[in-house]
Nanobody, 114 residues
Framework: EVQLVESGGGLVQAGGSLTLSCGTS????????IVWYRQAPGKQRELVAI???????NYADSVKGRFTISRDNAKNTVHLQMSSLKPEDTALYYC????????WGKGTQVTVSS
């Protein structure tokens, strides 16, 4: 059974940093696309960052230069390093996996205070 578990969310002041992790299990970590999405209350879900198993990454314009997505193949984990956080980054952050089928994690809350 494929599972995604997000961790690392929390409360941080504006300008601070957090690192989110998307731990995966139940599949071979060799051909995949992992996406971090976020959704703030009353707003549509937003794509934040993408990583692929062949090393490609991409980011939403709103986070470019502040967020970095990276992978740890040894731990089957994808991280999202977030810095220079802004109150508008406050959201529930979800991990999405495409590996034949698609899978979603339950999310981790990030709250940035001003």
């Amino acid at each position: 059974e494929v599972q995604l578990v997000e961790s690392g969310g929390g409360l941080v002041q504006a300008g601070g940093s957090l690192t989110l992790s998307c731990g995966t299990s139940g599949f071979t970590f060799d051909d995949w696309v992992i996406v971090w999405y976020r959704q703030a209350p009353g707003k549509q879900r937003e794509l934040v960052a993408i990583a692929t198993s062949d090393g490609r990454t991409n980011y939403a314009d709103s986070v470019k230069g502040r967020f970095t997505i990276s992978r740890d193949n040894a731990k089957n984990t994808v991280h999202l390093q977030m810095s220079s956080l802004k109150p508008e980054d406050t959201a529930l952050y979800y991990c999405y996996l495409s590996h034949g089928m698609v899978y979603w994690g339950k999310g981790t809350q990030v709250t940035v205070s001003s």
